[in-house]
């Protein structure tokens, strides 16, 4: 039996620890890009839906699932699900609960020390005088890394492995340095987010100019809550809001788990599930859609937005808006957008790393420093290949593998090893026991047929995504009898570099070639630097297995 004797401190820090694990870096970056590109307000509805439907039955899974485990002493996935199933294999399973931690963390900590440099530029006043697409290059010039010549060298590194030390630090001082985190960095999030929010809100036409005329910030509010109904039944949009339910929640990973896990065997589960589910919803739907689009859309016009919504506009176009209020203000807007960031980024990171942290507690009897120290080195050799070859593919390799697929993975393994290995009844039990709200029992069926349904075929869809994401016009296509073209970022043109090589077979420039050939070497490089952890992991889990055998903890077969 493990010595670990750590519980959360208070209940609001578990709350809060909680909702940092879920709010991120997506609820701010991913969610309103997301809504831009599939129908605004038409979005929101399917996912409201995949949130009461797939979102909270996991949380509930997750929350409960990581207790029942702590009670025996357990605190990562591979034996919280070895305690509930007994199978010598299942506990593999869990794998993905460290695999995936790790290599988020790896480039999660990346986007993250993006956030903390820019805080430092921002007070600076290195974006004053610069336009819009100067301020861009200056984000691509921070992220090549390998042939950057402005500024400290390699800037973007030293920040890099400043940003994980941080995180090894606060890892090493256990739940109460994450906890501490939590307390100080949700309220100062929600704080700048209501004010930049504000600020959106009652911009208007302000900041429309002789280039852009027709900007007003109500535009991109009205987009994004008035539902176009004809995108509704778009299975395009239902995938996306399904997609985004795992950023969001951080389900599928593993720390959920480990979090409740420190739950003493009787605490409410259901409740500080919903408690911290709705908070995430809050931040991500209501102040998330509120800053950045708005304020895009009174500047440079809905149409621009959606031309050029992307992952990067809230580094390659933000800091250009905020230079339009002031040397004073633009500074001030920009520590609170990337003080914002950074702290929804390190909530999460650091529930990242708790998993990991804990199993080598659990099997190896680490102390916390020791744990937090080496996956601090491990996401260090994981990550830098996504620092300095961001250009080349590897970050948004490990975003694919890691970030979607294993989610989508785990979150359906789980879920019917709880409803149909474990069995509906104890799970439900589980769920209940202690809690201080009336779970609806409907929860009982939705969690043992309709989500496991929802993310068989959220599985499946990423299998067989269809080609330019077009699903209504793959499912006529397949009923005409012309097959169903599979998109490049579909698992199965994806493991055959299919997008790469055909770029390749169609390439005639010589230097197109050539970084075409680097970036399919640096392609599979990622997936071979991600195997070799999954095998690590593996191999770590069988270990502490047989030292379990032999310390008499389980019976050998």
Known sequence: MTKTKESWGSRIGLILAMAGNAVGLGNFLRFPVQAVQNGGGAFIIPYLVCFLLMGIPLLFIEWSSGRYGGRFGNHSTPYILDTMTKGRV????????????????????????????????????????????????????????????????????IFYILCLAINVYVLSKGLGGVEKVAKIGMPLLIIFGVILAVRGLTLGTSGASEIFPDANAWDGLNFLWTPQYESILDLKVWMAAAGQIFFTLSVGMGTVHCYAAYVKSKDDIALNAVSAGFMNEFIEVVIGSSIVIPIAAGYLGMDWVMENAGFGMAFQTMPYLFQQWGPVFAAIAGVMWFGLLFFSGITSSLAMGTPCVSFMQDEFGWNRKKGAWAFGLVTLIMGLPTVFFFGEGVFDEYDYWAGTVSLVVFAMMETILFSWVFGLNKGWREITMGADIKVPGIYRYIIKYITPVILIVVFLGTVFAPKANDWSGNIRSLFSGNGWPLDNMSIINKITNVGLRQQLADATDPEQIRVLQDNLFAVNMARGFLSALLLFILILIYVSYKKRVREGRVTSV
């Open 90 to 157: 299942l506990k593999y399973i869990g794998v993905f609960g460290i695999f995936t931690n790790i290599a988020v963390a790896a480039y999660y900590a990346y986007i993250e020390s993006w956030t903390m440099s820019y805080v430092v530029h921002s007070l600076k006043g290195t974006f004053s005088g610069m336009d819009q697409s100067q301020v861009a290059d200056f984000f691509l010039s921070y992220t090549d890394v390998l042939h950057s010549t402005t500024g400290i060298p390699f800037e973007a590194v």
